[in-house]
């Protein structure tokens, strides 16, 4: 496959380029206010130290917008160093003060995969979060094929009752699109799969599981007026289903991917905040289900941008948007060009599928 190629071909040159990180400069922690199932409170971030996303580090090359691998150490991190960076950030926020908190661990890749995440190390981090006494939501991230009844029975035989969310980038429910733009390596199928796996454990078990679907605007080969179409699909498409949440995000130009490289050839742009705005109003004003929107990048040159009057202003209602899941209204004399670019960013697109990409 020709994005499976190119996609291998520069994420090894990432990798030759890279200077190796240690797990202490891989983990990292913040807490502020979130969105969470019963409604705003505070929250702990904590990235844990991984070797990696298996499917980036592995044959097929990753996706083509995510440098996760920049992020890890590319080599397996033994137990009790994980756990001892853990307990370190735990440490450094203020989280007893609070009667209920919620906790998303990432891990870079997925919470779920033991060769990332080692069981023993899971398990220890569950156990220290329910002996807290105040976390009453964790919050996970993982590919679909690790979502497994075996693992679940063993994380809840730990965290009894607690909320249990498990986020899947399933990025769009365009199969072409994910398995040829994205490169993503499973289908919607497997999606659903995951998802119904979670109700169903839900319903026989009784397990607290939720599912959250991240949902990527504007991949590579995509005009700005198809990824707003293609976004709010997909967020119909998995209210259709069941998800319990949906995170949208818009691409941010990383380094060492697929998408900087046609970005640098000047044949990608992220798309407008307007774009961003627009597929958030929509989701929010037709459909019932909780909706973020994350604005990591926005306003930079390698992140979705407007003009230079409204990006501030703009980032910070999505964020105070996001708490509320109210709409955005906000005008700028830009906007009349955004609406032009979309209305004429099909005008002489080929109904015709990319086969090759001339890129190397």
Request: glycine letters at 4%.
């Amino acid at each position: 496959m020709e994005i499976e190629n190119l996609t291998k071909e520069i994420r090894q040159r990432a990798f030759e380029r890279k200077e190796p990180k240690t797990p202490e400069q891989v983990g990292t922690s913040w807490y502020n206010d979130d969105l969470t199932y019963n409604g705003v409170a505070k929250t702990l971030f904590i990235i844990l130290p991984t070797p990696g996303c298996a499917w980036a580090i592995g044959d097929s090359g990753g996706c083509t917008m995510c440098s996760y691998v920049s992020d890890c150490t590319l080599e397996p991190i033994d137990t009790e160093t994980i756990l001892e960076i853990f307990h370190n950030h735990l440490q450094r926020h203020p989280i007893d003060e609070e009667d209920k908190i919620s906790v998303k661990l990432f891990a870079s890749g997925s919470f779920l995969n033991p060769y990332e995440l080692p069981k023993k190390a899971r398990n220890e981090i569950l156990k220290t979060l329910m002996e807290l006494g105040n976390v009453t939501e964790i919050i996970v991230e993982s590919r679909p094929e690790y979502v497994r009844e075996e693992y679940l029975d063993e994380i809840f035989n730990i965290i009894g009752d607690t909320l249990f969310e498990i986020s899947i980038g399933l990025e769009t429910s365009n199969d072409y699109t994910r398995l040829n733009k994205i490169n993503k390596g499973f289908t919607t199928k497997d999606f659903e799969n995951a998802v119904k796996l979670t109700q169903n454990l839900a319903k026989t078990k009784g397990y607290n599981l939720k599912s959250k679907a991240y949902i990527f605007v504007k991949p590579i080969l995509v005009s700005e007026k198809q990824a707003i179409t293609e976004a709010i699909e997909t967020a119909t498409y998995c209210n259709s289903i069941g998800v319990n949440r949906l995170s949208f995000c818009p691409a941010t130009i990383h380094s060492g991917t697929v998408i900087e490289r046609f970005w640098r050839k000047g044949a990608y742009q992220p798309p407008w905040i307007w774009s961003c705005i627009e597929i958030i109003n929509t989701v929010r004003d037709k459909l019932d289900i909780p909706a973020l929107l994350d604005t990591s990048g926005f306003g930079s040159r390698r992140g979705p941008y407007n003009c230079k009057k409204c990006n501030k202003d703009l980032k910070h209602m999505i964020i105070a948007n996001n708490l509320t899941q109210t709409k955005i209204e906000y005008d700028c004399e830009c906007k009349n060009e955004w609406l032009a670019q979309v209305e004429n960013s099909d005008m002489n697109f080929s109904t015709v599928e990319v086969k090759n990409i001339p890129l190397y």
